[in-house]
């Protein structure tokens, strides 16, 4: 089992920034990989940011070049650094843990941090 915490969501205005985390505690040594998704109201749940265990990232176009997904020091904490952040961003975010073993696959969601952005 893997448990995540979010935290750092909240108001700002067009054109600030935020910057979230996730901690993760339980068996994080099965983390293979950690993700964010958002969802806004009456959407569905997107991918936003995706790092691996290598370090490798990705990104979702709509927000390439404003947003930076980072590991901390710890296997087991994963941020995303949002700039220039603009009214479509407002969403709730969520951390994603992909977990894996010998002959098993899993995924832990977070409970989510509401991100909302004003004109």
């Known amino acids: 089992q893997v448990q995540l915490v979010e935290s750092g969501g909240g108001l700002v205005q067009a054109g600030g920034s935020l910057r979230l985390s996730c901690a993760a505690s339980?068996?994080?040594?099965?983390?293979?990989?950690m993700r964010w998704y958002r969802q806004a109201p009456g959407n569905e749940r997107e991918l936003v940011a995706i790092?691996?265990?290598?370090?490798?990232?990705n990104y979702a176009d709509s927000v390439k070049g404003r947003f930076t997904i980072t590991g901390g020091n710890a296997k087991n904490t994963v941020y995303l650094q949002m700039n220039s952040l603009k009214p479509e961003d407002t969403a709730v975010y969520y951390c994603?843990?992909?977990?894996?073993?010998?002959?098993?696959?899993?995924?832990?969601w977070g409970q989510g941090t509401q991100v909302t952005v004003s004109s």
């Open positions: 994603y843990a992909d977990c894996r073993g010998t002959g098993w696959a899993r995924g832990y």
């Open positions: 339980g068996s994080v040594f099965s983390i293979n990989g």
């Open positions: 790092i691996t265990s290598s370090g490798s990232t």
